[in-house]
C-alpha cells in the first residue's frame, strides 16, 4: 500500500495573529518570517489537510516570464486540484512534499519543491528566486486551506515543454493580452495578473539588490 503524501502546512491562527488579508498582498516581508519560521511548519497528511481549515498548506506560486511575454496554461483534468480543472493559470507550483525536506535544507524542503515543481510541471530549472508577494483567498473550498507565495522567475527560452497531464497547452503569451480578460483564471492567477506590474516591479528592484 502506498504512503500518503505529507505536505508543508502552518496553523491558521498564525494568519491571524498576523492579520487575515483577502486577496494579494505585497507585505511579504510581515507574513513569511512567521508563517514558514521552521518552528511554525509541521507536515500533514494531505487528505487531511485538504480538509482541516486549521491549517494551511504553504504554496509556492512562480510567475515564469520571458521578455514581455508570461507562461499561462490550462488546468488539465490529470491534476490532483480537481476544484481548479479548466482554468486558465499564470501560476506554476504546487506542495512542498515531506520528501523535499532534505539534510541540507533550512526551509522544511520549501525552496528544493519549489525547483521540483517547475521541473517537472514545465521542465525549468530556479534558482533562488525571492517571494514577491503572498496570497489569501478565504472564497472559495480550495483557498480556505492554502497559502500562495508568488516568486517571479526570468527565463530566456520561450519555447517551454509541458511535461504534467495536469498542465494543457503552456505556451508565452504577451502580458498585454494576458490581462486582458481575468474571468478565465484561477483566482490566484487572477490577484497576480491584476496587480502583475507590481509584481513585476518588486522582482526588478530584488534583482538590482
Known sequence: ???????????????????????????????????????HLVYLNRNEAEHDKRYKQLIPYVLVICRDKILRYRRGRAGQETRLHGLYSVGVGGHISEEDHGLFSHDRGYQEGMRRELMEEVSIDVSNEPAVAAINDDSTEVGCVHFGVVHVARVSDANVPGRCSGIVGPEFIPMVDAVKDPSGYESWSRFCIEHLDLLLAKAGAFAER
Open 1 to 39: 500500500m502506498a504512503t500518503e503524501e505529507r505536505v508543508l502546512c502552518f496553523e491558521r491562527k498564525l494568519l491571524d495573529e498576523l492579520g487575515v488579508f483577502q486577496g494579494l498582498s505585497l507585505e511579504v516581508e510581515k507574513y513569511l518570517p512567521v508563517l514558514t519560521a521552521s518552528s
